[in-house]
């Protein structure tokens, strides 16, 4: 729903809040929570037929871990079912959901096997098929072979939200055939703070690309051929924490939760996202898994979200032993559902369902908040499927062939998204009769190339790694020819002086045409990516500096997922190329842009900082305008082969752009190059004067296009005038008349907006 109105001679207009039926307020249930969708004759049924011990089951998810032989809940290996604690699972603690892969990647013959024998438990105890949920966050992550493509940092990197939602149709097609229909993707947490080790998890700093790659991708997942539930993650204020530290406190204000951060949410939510996943950080004080305002008012209240709120790893009991607002875990528990969780991720212990029980029947929770909660869960079920296939009938494997076909989308992904940031003395591409030298700690290593959720969720051990992927080395030499490419391989991080001495005098010895370093970062995720300094390493920098020294051009390949500065030796390098996390198949893509046999079209979708202490987004304010205001690479850029210039920028809106109007914008195009190249076109806008001190520059539209060799083209932009405005101080949404600037490259103009 939009609501128009004028305020105090301002126009106001409310985006994003969805149109809601008030029932009578039920003992225990606010108007808010009411402000949801009518569960279907069935799942009332259903309901209606359950105990209060089957409900709080229903509300219960636990991970694979604790189904499994083993002890303190790390499955023994080879992983296998344990059919006691899966029938006590089910027939005692009644729980609704399993999650998880027992620490590494199965072929998809094994998942359909375990998941059969848990459908079967869920069956037999309780006559409800579970629900079972996984990280497949770049492709099925968990299941060996599968392919997997660019992290979402390097899928934003492409602009192209058609190919991300192609790409999760694929996902959902792996992991359905694995029996799985819950993905704990996408994360729509804003990337504003690069020092954050989820970074690389999502799709960027800029709001509105985040939110278009984010519609795409839950589209992907529920309206392709095969349909899985996506998950809006981490609902809400996750991404700047204060320290730039995992699940350290975050201080946003309303206002600008509203402005940066809830609108990607928002969108997923108009685009009819299944479940949500809760942020496991706290926000002013308030842990997320608390915060009633969050998890209601504006969730169900505002965004008319109807669908599952499951929480983060074991975040419940968190509310206790990390956040102490509780000080039992019975307390966390309610303070959780009462300030609207819907699913416990509990996941390894069985005290859950037994206190939730309990605060039921001691009057601290009403029934009728569970039963929301449970129709909730069961009517996710019911839309997946469910509850038709009874837990039993999985989708048939997918052929050799419709595998192989999977693999298109990412491998084109890798490619669109590889940034080409810096080109001397043109350096790149390299003439195929060049001979190469290649270095550097990422060279040589397919898990550097995918990242964390990989194979293992830290995405470190080469055991899961999918076969037949190749590293940038690997890559490199199939592209020039293995003579070609000298190889001085350091074999961990933790490289020193002697290896570095040992590099530079291989490359004295083999005098190649053009040293390439693989920099950047090994696999990494939540906590255990906390750093220090968003500093590249000294040791990667003292090899950059010894390469320079032999006089041979050097370009850095950046293997990373956040932009670490390197500013000390910027000056020293020749040719500069982000390679982002691009998943299994960029090794080639990296190969074929070095080589220029593809020509980069990537551009960054975030703002990389020249220092690690002065960074700023590209919609900072005129007063940030000091040293952020000189990114060392800013947000968009992107080179390619062979240059689009903007030649002209028009407004055809003819006489008083009024509110409600639509910009009409025409960006006239030039190829001044000998290569057909994928330009991404951006448009800015700037508001003049504002109530609350204006960005700089604001993405409002942007389209990717093909550009041929020596071609002129006209590109259209439109852009409705109501989404000029901000989050005003009353935190209403308002745009403010007055005179506004647009800009497409270094193309500008003004206009008035009455
Ligand atoms: C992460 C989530 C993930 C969940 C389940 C948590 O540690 O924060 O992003 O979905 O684990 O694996």
Excluded at 243 to 263: C, H, M, N, V, W
Excluded at 441 to 453: H, I, Q, V
């Amino acid at each position: 729903m939009r609501r128009d109105s004028v305020v105090g001679g301002l126009l106001v207009l409310v985006c994003g809040l969805q149109a809601c039926q008030m029932d009578a307020p039920q003992e225990g249930v606010s108007d808010a929570e009411l402000c949801t969708f009518r569960a279907s004759a069935r799942v009332e049924q259903i309901l209606a037929g359950m105990t209060l011990e089957d409900k709080v089951g229903e509300m219960t998810q636990m991970t694979l871990d604790v189904l499994c032989v083993g002890e303190n809940h790390k499955a023994e290996e080879p992983h296998r079912i344990d059919s006691v604690r899966l029938d006590s699972a089910f027939a005692i603690s009644k729980i609704g959901s399993v999650l998880n892969s027992a620490g590494h990647s199965y072929p998809t013959e094994q998942w359909r096997a375990l998941i059969g024998e848990i459908q079967a438990a869920s069956m037999e105890a309780k006559g409800i098929p579970t629900l079972y949920g996984i990280d497949a966050i770049h492709g099925a992550t968990y299941t060996y072979g599968a392919a997997l493509g660019p992290q979402q940092l390097a899928l934003a990197a492409t602009w192209d939200t058609a190919l991300v939602r192609v790409m999760a149709e694929g996902t959902a097609k792996e992991i359905v055939a694995c029996g799985i229909p819950w993905n704990f993707a996408p994360v729509l947490d804003v990337g504003r703070d690069p020092r954050w080790p989820r970074f690389w998890e999502t799709f960027g700093e800029d709001p509105k690309l985040v939110g278009d790659m984010g519609e795409a991708m839950v589209r992907g997942f529920q309206e392709g051929e095969v349909k899985v539930a996506a998950t809006l993650k981490h609902y809400l204020g996750y991404s700047t924490p204060w320290s730039g530290k995992d699940r350290t406190p975050a201080y946003i204000p309303e206002r600008q939760l509203r402005d940066i951060f809830l609108p990607p949410f928002a969108q997923a939510v108009r685009a009819g996202a299944l479940s949500v996943m809760v942020n496991s950080g706290e926000m002013n004080g308030i842990p997320t898994h608390a915060n009633r305002f969050v998890l209601t008012d504006l969730l169900r209240g505002e965004l008319g979200f109807d669908g599952v709120a499951v929480t983060d790893w074991e975040d419940i009991r968190y509310l206790k032993s990390r956040h102490k607002v509780a000080a039992t875990h019975k307390d966390a528990i309610r303070m959780a559902i009462l300030a609207g969780i819907d699913m416990s991720m509990v996941p390894q212990d069985w005290e859950f369902p037994v206190l939730l029980k309990e605060l039921v029947e001691e009057g601290a929770i009403a029934e009728a908040r569970i039963d929301l909660s449970v129709r909730r869960i069961l009517t996710l079920k019911e839309r997946l499927g469910l509850l038709d296939q009874g837990g039993e009938a999985l989708p048939a494997m997918l052929t050799d062939s419709e595998r192989l076909a999977l693999e298109a989308a990412p491998a084109q992904a890798a490619m669109e998204c590889i940034t080409l940031l810096k080109n001397e003395h043109d350096v790149l591409p390299i003439a195929s009769s060049a001979n190469v030298f290649v270095s550097g700690p990422t060279a040589n290593s397919l898990n550097a190339l995918n990242g964390g959720w990989s194979g293992t969720w830290q995405g470190k051990n080469p055991k899961y790694n999918n076969p037949g992927r190749k590293t940038a080395v690997e890559a490199l030499r199939d592209e020039f020819g293995r003579s070609r490419v000298q190889f001085e391989e350091l074999e961990s991080m933790d490289f020193n002086d002697q290896d570095i001495r040992r590099v530079a005098s291989a490359l004295r010895r083999s005098r190649p045409d053009v040293a390439l370093l693989f920099l950047g970062e090994m696999p990494y995720t939540e906590f255990m990516g906390n750093i220090g300094d968003l500093r590249l390493a000294d040791n990667q920098l003292d090899l950059v500096r010894a390469v320079r020294e032999t006089g041979t051009p050097v370009v850095a390949v950046f293997v990373e997922g956040r932009p670490r500065t390197f500013s000390q030796v910027e000056s020293d390098l020749d040719g500069v190329v982000m390679a982002y996390l691009a998943g299994d198949f960029a090794g080639p893509a990296i190969a074929k842009v070095l080589s220029g046999s593809h020509n980069p079209s990537g551009k960054l979708p975030f703002s990389w900082p020249r220092e690690a202490s002065s960074h700023t987004t590209y919609d900072r304010k005129h007063t940030e305008k000091h040293y952020s205001a000189r990114p060392q690479y800013a947000f968009g850029s992107g080179l390619s082969y062979s240059p689009v210039q903007t030649t002209a920028l028009r407004l055809l809106n003819e006489g008083n752009v009024v509110l409600g109007d639509t910009l009409r914008i025409e960006v006239d195009l030039a190829n001044t190059g000998d290569r057909p190249t994928n330009e991404v076109v951006m448009a800015f806008v700037q508001d003049r004067v504002a109530s609350i001190t204006p960005s700089v520059d604001k993405l409002k539209a942007y389209k990717r296009v093909l550009v041929d060799a020596g071609a002129t083209m006209t590109v259209p932009l439109r852009v409705p005038t109501a989404e000029l405005g901000f989050i005003g101080t009353d935190l209403d949404y308002v745009v403010e008349p007055g005179t506004f600037g647009l800009r497409v490259q270094q193309q500008t103009l003004e206009f008035e907006l009455n």
